[in-house]
T-cell receptor
Framework: QQPVQSPQAVILREGEDAVINCSSS?????VHWYRQKHGDAPVFLMI?????EQKGHDKISASFNEKKQQSSLYLTASQLSYSGTYFC?????????????FGTGTSLTVIP | NAGVMQNPRHLVRRRGQEARLRCSPM?????VYWYRQLPEEGLKFMVY????????ESGMPKERFSAEFPKEGPSILRIQQVVRGDSAAYFC??????????????FGAGSRLTVL
């Protein structure tokens, strides 16, 4: 039930781009992306609801392919502040409620 | 409007003792999720609760662990007879609605349990 993320870790120089992938074996209702720094509380980045939806703010965007049950997070022209661990969260619906499972995380380090 | 409040932030227990972790969801949120995170690892789902109901506890160990979310007061994650392997950060998250697709989870700062 836990989604699979790749890569596990990536190191970038400022200004470089990165893509983080997330896939699930279950039918998804939505995909969420969070960022966690230094073991603090994960912070919400964005939610994607519909198949094929793309969203973004600033230079961070994401896409969601509902049919393939996959999502990708795109970080362009990376900044030092982008460093952290990125988690995708998958939401599935059941009769009893919504279930959220998180991927294993992708550690992103941006260096000057 | 306070966010998700977790306490204690840090808890040290000796093997065999009990640990109680508390989570007060955001105001108006009636759905609570607990996750465990080991160092350098992901967020592992433990349990999903609504007020007075356990909706999904498939991620929680069958023994020693229990959770509740009473009508009044915070949600509590209880670990009895703790062992060293229970040492981890325990995060609580809350959400407002179910089934709408706009179910953003807001996380607390976590409770870090160390078992000596």
């Amino acid at each position: 039930q836990q989604p699979v993320q790749s890569p596990q870790a990536v190191i970038l120089r400022e200004g470089e781009d990165a893509v983080i992938n997330c896939s699930s074996s279950k039918a998804l209702y939505s995909v969420h992306w969070y960022r966690q720094k230094h073991g603090d509380a994960p912070v919400f980045l964005m939610i994607l609801l519909k198949g094929g939806e793309q969203k973004g703010h600033d230079k961070i965007s994401a896409s969601f392919n509902e049919k393939k049950q996959q999502s990708s997070l795109y970080l362009t022209a990376s900044q030092l502040s982008y460093s952290g661990t990125y988690f995708c969260g998958t939401e599935t619906l059941s009769n009893t409620g919504n279930q959220f499972y998180f991927g294993t995380g992708t550690s992103l380090t941006v260096i000057p | 409007n306070a966010g998700v409040m977790q306490n204690p932030r840090h808890l040290v227990r000796r093997r065999g003792q009990e640990a109680r972790l508390r989570c007060s969801p955001m105001k108006g949120h009636s759905h609570v999720y607990w996750y465990r995170q080991l160092p350098e690892e992901g967020l592992k789902f433990m349990v999903y609760l609504q007020k007075e109901n356990i909706i999904d506890e498939s991620g929680m160990p069958k023994e020693r662990f229990s959770a509740e979310f009473p009508k009044e007061g915070p949600s509590i994650l209880r670990i009895q007879q703790v062992v060293r392997g229970d040492s981890a950060a325990y995060f609580c998250a809350s959400s407002l609605l179910a089934g709408t697709g706009a179910n953003v989870l807001t996380f607390g700062a976590g409770s870090r349990l160390t078992v000596l």
